[in-house]
């Protein structure tokens, strides 16, 4: 079970994993790398998502 301040680290690092692909994908756009971009975005979503889920409390079975 995660500690308060573990899940809470757990969420910025998804957090600024999620901001690096986005400056991936601005990068990516300026240089001619479109065959990527979609990849990276759905990447980004994956990591909010994860960032957003450790916001949320666990539920207990």
Request: net charge negative.
């Amino acid at each position: 079970m995660s500690t308060p301040r573990e899940t809470s680290s757990y969420k910025d690092t998804a957090g600024k994993m999620a901001d690096a692909v986005s400056y991936l994908c601005r990068v990516a756009a300026e240089e001619g790398f479109e065959c990527i971009i979609l990849d990276l975005l759905e990447i980004r979503e994956k990591l909010e998502i994860i960032a957003a889920e450790a916001d949320e409390p666990k539920k207990s079975a």
